[in-house]
Antibody, heavy 116, light 109 residues
Framework: QVQLQESGPGLVKPSETLSLTCSVS?????????WGWIRQPPGKALEWIGY???????YYSPSLKSRVTISIDTSKNQFSLKLSSVTAADTAVYYC?????????WGQGMLVTVSS | EIVLTQSPATLSVSPGERATLSCRAS??????LAWYQQKPGQAPRLLIY???TRATGIPARFSGSGSGTEFTLTISSLQSEDFAVYYC???????????FGQGTKVEIK
């Protein structure tokens, strides 16, 4: 069974870089699919951050493109998110996901709070 | 950017009744439209993909229809476990951006 698990700091200071890693089990990320990040501010809607193909090609949301980097490490079966220059508006639950257009597997989600 | 507009924002329905949720795209997304259910404190669950194909394990009371810019999710007879927030999501090939709608909350009437 495919499982995804987010990890990283739950608290980040304003202006710093948010870094999260998604560990995948039950499926080799080098075999296919898109691997992405989605976030959800408290009480608000889901927002696509971006995704990476197993080959390494990426797509980022236009509104976040200047601050986002998604990378993949097939040797560890992991992929990662970096979001720079964070503000309180970046406080959200961050989900990692497997997708082929639609998302069929989600991580449990991780709350990241931006605060000094 | 393709904008998805969901309506209504909140839908009050009695158990056993039919619920009809709408999702409108700002430009054609063909059939590249999915629906998700999200309950408080949980990750979303995929219900429908390709506009009308039920995901594995999804009950037959959930159905999706539409193509192009107009889509509908229908829950034929609401069960207690169906009260949740529902999101649509498009994954059009070009531009290669994926976006979600703002959600419809289905609440008990």
């Amino acid at each position: 069974q495919v499982q995804l698990q987010e990890s990283g700091p739950g608290l980040v200071k304003p202006s710093e870089t948010l870094s999260l890693t998604c560990s995948v089990s039950g499926y080799s990320i080098s075999s296919g699919y898109y691997w992405g990040w989605i976030r959800q501010p408290p009480g608000k809607a889901l927002e696509w951050i971006g995704y990476i193909y197993h080959s390494g090609s990426t797509y980022y949301s236009p509104s976040l493109k200047s601050r986002v980097t998604i990378s993949i490490d097939t040797s560890k079966n992991q992929f990662s998110l970096k979001l720079s220059s964070v503000t309180a508006a970046d406080t959200a639950v961050y989900y990692c996901a497997r997708a082929e257009g639609e998302v069929d597997y989600w991580g449990q989600g991780m709350l990241v709070t931006v605060s000094s | 950017e393709i904008v998805l507009t969901q309506s209504p924002a909140t839908l009050s329905v009695s158990p056993g009744e039919r619920a009809t949720l709408s999702c409108r795209a700002s430009q054609s997304v063909s059939s590249n439209l999915a629906w998700y259910q999200q309950k408080p404190g949980q990750a979303p669950r995929l219900l429908i993909y390709g506009a009308s194909t039920r995901a594995t394990g999804i009950p037959a009371r959930f159905s999706g229809s539409g193509s192009g810019t107009e889509f509908t999710l229908t829950i034929s007879s609401l069960q207690s476990e169906d009260f949740a927030v529902y999101y649509c999501q498009q994954s059009n090939n070009w531009p290669p951006e994926w976006t979600f709608g703002q959600g419809t909350k289905v609440e008990i009437k």
